[in-house]
């Protein structure tokens, strides 16, 4: 029986002055019992009540007003490590609005709202495992955790494949920000090449001329038994 | 090949081809505003509707809050986000025996600060035959008794341990190995 040795947690680099994290108390510690695939195998349907309407992926229009904040459009291609293309994901994003505030009870952030944006979307792959979101570009904001860390303009993304199996939480950051070395959960990547991968490019091809700026964010999946769209 | 025309990143030929995969991250503390809870999946023709609830627990038993815990079975899926008690409760459809495997819900549970990926178990119930089940067979009793419900008068009760001497048995398989290569 092999070891299953994937980190549960990343402990956070020197730097920041955030307390040691207890993984005894809060991670299992003992390996996982590698079973073989074919006795896990449940491909429950992404669709059903959880299915996207066709303007979720627009988060300008979600509101009778105009956002607040910079318009820009987010899309990209989901595939296995493999270069494969993964269909029918159901993407899901959450972010913060322009000044750097979460429309949640749990944001301490003393900034405003935006009456206009509420920061969640979601969508569907196509058959090219392509997704494309309109939203607004969010503000940074201090990290609850730890006062000298800032968490950089991000974007949040739950991927959920047909099985249990494939569930995927990343984020995007956005190039160029200066913030990227003061932010905790960048920082916890400790492969640079990997890093990079969380990092979105400007893509001019995907703006709207005069409405949208346009950014680009591929996601690879790794560590997951991904199903590639076409055989 | 299995890609499209046009693709910018091109499609990996060889294994020292294979693209860098993308990092995972923590939920964060705000993920229930982007993915949706659906805590019922609606019984269809003569699926029997039940109830799971229960808790998440860390290794001193206190429970864990802001944890996203979802079933699937092949019928659908359920998601639910626990609050300061710990607690989730689902209705879903009682799964059928197949060939090899008893009834049981596969359930998944990532906390929002502090998991990167989520753990998975098998959720068993004690009024079925079990004895056959393929994957319990390999296991030792007391890896079998952290996977098996109680019942209850409303339904069914798992609590899942993420550490500690009761840790629920959690479970891998080889496509999650991808990434140790």
Same mark, same amino acid.
């Given at each position: 029986m092999r070891a299953y040795t994937e980190p549960w947690w990343v402990q956070l680099p020197e730097g920041f002055s955030t307390p040691e994290f207890d993984t005894e108390i809060w991670t299992p510690r003992k390996p996982l019992v590698i079973v073989p695939s074919r006795l896990i195998d449940s491909s429950a349907p992404v669709y059903g009540y959880g299915t996207p309407g066709p303007t979720d992926n627009d988060l300008l229009s979600q509101h009778d007003g105009v956002p607040m904040g910079e318009h820009i459009t987010v899309h990209g291609r989901v595939t296995?490590?493999?270069?494969?293309?993964?269909?029918?994901?159901?993407?899901?994003?959450?972010?913060?609005?322009?000044?750097?505030?979460?429309?949640?009870?749990?944001?301490?952030?003393?900034k405003p709202h935006d009456p206009h944006f509420t920061g969640a979307g979601r969508t569907l792959t196509n058959a090219h495992g392509e997704y494309t979101?309109?939203?607004?570009?969010?503000?940074?904001?201090p990290w609850w955790r730890d006062p000298e860390a800032w968490r950089a303009q991000h974007i949040?993304?739950?991927?959920?494949?047909?099985?249990?199996?494939?569930?995927?939480?990343?984020?995007m950051q956005f190039p160029g920000d200066p913030l990227l070395s003061r932010d905790p959960v960048v920082s916890t990547i400790p492969d640079a090449k990997a890093r990079e991968r969380l990092?979105?490019?400007?893509?001019?091809?995907?703006?709207?001329?005069?409405?949208?700026?346009?950014?680009?964010f591929d996601i690879v999946l790794g560590g997951v038994h991904a199903t590639p769209a076409e055989h | 090949?299995?890609?499209?025309?046009?693709?910018?990143?091109?499609?990996?030929?060889?294994?020292?081809?294979? *693209?860098?995969?993308?990092? &995972?991250?923590? !939920?964060? #503390?705000?993920?229930? *505003?982007?993915?949706?809870? &659906?805590?019922? !999946?609606? #019984?269809?023709?003569?699926?029997?509707?039940?109830?799971v609830s229960g808790r998440v627990l860390n290794a001193l038993g206190e429970p864990v809050m802001m944890t996203m815990v979802e079933t699937s079975q092949p019928e659908g899926w359920t998601r639910y986000f626990t609050g300061l008690d710990g607690a989730y409760v689902i209705t879903t459809v009682k799964p059928q025996a197949t060939p090899g495997r008893a009834p049981h819900?596969?359930?998944?549970?990532?906390?929002?600060?502090?998991m990167i990926r989520p753990a998975v178990t098998c959720l068993y119930f004690p009024d079925e035959d079990n004895d056959t089940d393929e994957l319990l067979q390999q296991?030792?009793?007391?890896?079998?008794?952290?996977?098996?419900?109680?019942?209850t008068d409303i339904g069914y009760e798992f609590d899942i341990h993420l550490a500690g001497d009761s840790e629920t048995t959690f479970l891998g398989w080889p496509g999650l190995l991808d990434d140790e290569e």
């Open positions: 296995d490590s493999w270069g494969r293309p993964v269909r029918d994901m159901l993407v899901e994003i959450w972010q913060a609005n322009a000044a750097g505030k979460y429309v949640h009870d749990h944001d301490p952030t003393p979101f309109k939203t607004i570009k969010p503000g940074a904001y949040h993304f739950g991927l959920t494949g047909r099985g249990l199996t494939e569930r995927y939480v990343t984020q990092v979105a490019e400007l893509d001019w091809e995907a703006a709207i001329p005069g409405i949208t700026v346009g950014y680009r | 090949m299995t890609t499209t025309a046009g693709d910018r990143d091109g499609a990996a030929t060889a294994s020292s081809d294979r *693209l860098v995969p993308t990092p &995972r991250t923590i !939920l964060g #503390p705000y993920f229930t *505003l982007g993915m949706h809870v &659906r805590p019922t !999946l609606q #019984p269809a023709g003569h699926q029997v509707p039940i109830t819900l596969l359930l998944l549970v990532m906390s929002g600060n502090f296991l030792s009793p007391e890896q079998r008794a952290t996977m098996l419900a109680r019942r």
